[in-house]
């Protein structure tokens, strides 16, 4: 004989009751921590004269970036895509890395600013309030959602220069729409080499212009707003403590807690679209 074994639906429905409220309990707590921090963030904001945005991948995340790893398909799915971003294999095989790269320049040039964006170019246009931006990413997003002063710490994908004598280069560059194994790099019409991407790889130091631009914002900001940036990818992690030490307020605005949290004066857990528009909102 086997038996069986039942639950009163009478029961069920009470289980399935009980787990409701307690999901409904959770989400409204974290609505209001939410709402919570992000009138806090804007009471900083309102009250400062010069905010610094620091801004990681996350940022370009809610405009459709993909990230390397995301960005693998086709010809690429079987290629690490670190190793397209590393100066030893531009020396390896210039024509593979050209062509991954001006690939992913199109895709970037196919996304339009999101909603942070606009709210910080639109904040900047404020009388009597100064909005810097520096920023890990290399689209120019930033400046298409309306910021004017954007320092781009690991350079830009729509700038080239010389890969060897460094002369910068405004002719014009194929943007395949398709992924492809191989395209031919320009030449620099100065020396005769090939012309490269303007944005730092793997194995190369950050510009010193723009490194020193982004240590001096964060001395003279009165507010940091950091936004989709893990904090640990270093040297660029640690602008934000220089900030810190000054006593200035620091929100970030992240969907989950990063190693930057620690520091934060206001942790507003969601995405840059969601988040910076009722930040920056008058």
């Known amino acids: 004989m086997s038996i069986m074994l039942t639950l009163d639906p009478r029961l069920c429905r009470s289980l399935v009751n009980i787990e409701n409220i307690t999901r409904l309990k959770d989400m409204t707590g974290h609505d209001k921590e939410l709402q919570d921090s992000l009138e806090k963030a804007h009471a900083l904001v309102s009250d400062a004269q010069h905010i610094e945005v620091f801004t990681g991948a996350g940022m370009s995340a809610d405009s459709g970036i993909a990230t390397f790893r995301d960005a693998e398909t086709g010809v690429w799915e079987n290629v690490d895509p670190n190793i397209m971003a590393s100066v030893d294999s531009w020396a390896e095989n210039p024509g593979q890395m050209w062509a991954f790269s001006q690939w992913r320049s199109y895709l970037a040039g196919q996304a339009e600013p999101n909603a942070g964006h606009i709210a910080i170019g639109d904040w900047g246009k404020r009388d009597g309030v100064k909005v810097t931006v520096t920023t890990q990413n290399i689209d120019d997003l930033h400046e298409r959602g309306g910021s004017t002063d954007v320092a781009h710490l690991h350079g830009s994908q729509f700038n080239y220069r010389c890969s060897v004598c460094s002369r910068p280069w405004e002719g014009e560059v194929e943007y395949p729409t398709e992924p492809v ?63 810190r030490e000054r006593g200035v307020p620091i929100i970030e605005v992240t969907p989950k807690r990063t190693e930057l949290s620690k520091i934060a004066t206001v942790v507003v857990e969601t995405t840059a679209a969601e988040g910076l528009p009722r930040i920056f909102a008058d």
């Open 181 to 243: 194994e191989r395209l031919t790099p320009p030449t620099c019409p100065a020396c005769g080499n090939l012309v490269r991407p303007g944005v730092v790889w793997f194995g190369e130091a950050l510009p010193q212009g723009g490194w020193m631009k982004a240590e001096q914002r964060m001395r003279e900001a009165d507010l940091v707003v950091i936004v989709g940036t893990s904090g640990v990818v270093y040297p660029a992690a640690a602008l934000p403590l220089i900030a």
